[in-house]
C-alpha cells in the first residue's frame, strides 16, 4: 500500500474570503495549488485545523485555483474552523471519495440543511453539461437555507430552484420528502441527487424505488484518515468504505448498505442510531 499516494498531497492553504451563507454557516474561500486540482462535485478535503483536529468538509466551491468549503459549527472543530479568518491558515489533503456521476437527463437535486454544500458545484456542472435541473433547497427553517439568492439567480433555461422549510417560514411548508411528492406532480425527473439528514435520504431512496428512477446519495460518517487506510467509515455488512467507495453511493448500492437510514458510529465505533 502506497500510503503517500493515498493520503494526497497536502498543502497550507490561506484563507482569501469568508462568506456568511446564513446565521451559522460560513464559507471559507482559498487557493488550492495545482496539484490537488482534480475534482468531481461530491467530493471532499480533509481539513486539518491546526492544534484541534483534522475533519472532512465538502467542496462546496470550485472555481480553481479558487476553492470554498461550507462550515456549520456543530462542535469543537468545526466551531474553530468556521470563525477562521482572511489571512489565516490551515491545511488541506484531497480532494477525495467518489462524486456524483452526471449521466442523466432531468435532475432533481435535494439538499437538506449543510447537506446543499456538496450539491451547489454539482448544480453549476449540470447546467454546464446542458442537462436540466431543479435544486430543492431545504431546511428546518428559513434561518438554515443555503445558497438560495445565488441558485435562484441562475433560473431560467432549464434551471429551477424550489426552497422548503419543516415551519414553512420560507417556500412550501413541509419536510424535503413530501415536498418531493407535490414536484413529482407536475414534472419528472430521472435522477435524484441528495444529501442530509439520512432519514430524508432513506425516505427519498424508497421514492426514488417506486418512481424507478436513479438516486445518489451522499452518506456522511465519523473519519479519521479520510482516504480509506483506518477503516473507521466502513458501512455494514458491505464493507463499504465512505471515504473511498463514497461519500456518493447509487440506489443500487445503498440496497445492500442495511446500516443506510439506520444508523452511523461515534468515533469509538458505538452504533449510535438516527
Ligand atoms: C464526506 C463528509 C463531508 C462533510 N462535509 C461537511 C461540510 O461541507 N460542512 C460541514 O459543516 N460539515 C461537513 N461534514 C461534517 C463535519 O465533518 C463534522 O461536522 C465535523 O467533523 C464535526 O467535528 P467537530 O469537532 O466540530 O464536532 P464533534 O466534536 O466531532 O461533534 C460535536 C457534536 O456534533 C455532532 N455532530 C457531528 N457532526 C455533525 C453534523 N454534521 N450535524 C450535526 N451534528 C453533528 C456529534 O455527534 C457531536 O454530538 C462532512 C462530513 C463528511 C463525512
Ligand atoms: S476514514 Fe479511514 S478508511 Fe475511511
Known amino acids: 500500500m502506497d500510503i503517500e499516494k493515498l493520503m494526497g498531497t497536502p498543502a497550507t492553504v490561506q484563507v482569501s474570503k469568508t462568506i456568511s451563507e446564513n446565521k451559522k454557516a460560513r464559507t471559507l474561500v482559498f487557493e488550492l495549488p495545482e496539484a490537488n486540482h482534480q475534482f468531481k462535485p461530491g467530493q471532499f478535503l480533509m481539513c486539518w485545523i491546526p492544534g484541534i483536529d483534522e475533519i472532512p468538509m465538502s467542496i462546496s466551491l470550485w472555481n480553481p485555483p479558487e476553492v470554498g468549503v461550507t462550515v456549520l459549527p456543530v462542535g469543537e472543530a468545526t466551531s474553530v474552523f468556521s470563525a477562521l479568518s482572511t489571512g489565516q491558515r490551515f491545511g488541506v489533503r484531497g480532494p477525495f471519495g467518489s462524486g456524483f456521476s452526471l449521466e442523466c437527463e432531468r435532475a432533481l437535486i435535494i439538499g437538506g440543511g449543510i447537506g446543499m454544500a456538496p450539491l451547489r458545484p454539482l448544480a453549476y456542472q449540470l447546467r454546464e453539461h446542458g442537462i436540466d435541473v431543479t435544486a430543492l433547497i431545504a431546511a428546518k427553517t428559513k434561518n438554515e437555507l443555503l445558497y438560495v439568492d445565488e441558485l435562484e439567480g441562475l433560473v431560467g433555461d432549464g434551471f429551477d430552484v424550489q426552497v422548503a422549510t419543516d415551519d414553512g417560514s420560507a417556500g412550501f411548508k413541509g419536510i424535503a420528502t413530501d415536498v418531493v411528492r407535490e414536484i413529482f406532480q407536475n414534472a419528472r425527473y430521472d435522477t435524484i441527487y441528495t444529501c442530509g439528514p439520512e432519514p430524508m435520504m432513506a ?52 440496497n445492500a448498505i442495511e446500516e443506510f437510514g439506520k444508523y452511523h458510529r461515534d468515533s469509538t465505533g458505538v452504533k449510535i442510531r438516527f
Open 203 to 254: 425516505k427519498l431512496h424508497m421514492f426514488s424505488k417506486e418512481m424507478g428512477i436513479t438516486i445518489q446519495a451522499s452518506l456522511e460518517r465519523f473519519m479519521k484518515c479520510g482516504c480509506g487506510i483506518c477503516g473507521t467509515c466502513a458501512l455494514d455488512p458491505t464493507g463499504d468504505l465512505v471515504c473511498v467507495e463514497g461519500p456518493v453511493f447509487t440506489g443500487n448500492r445503498l
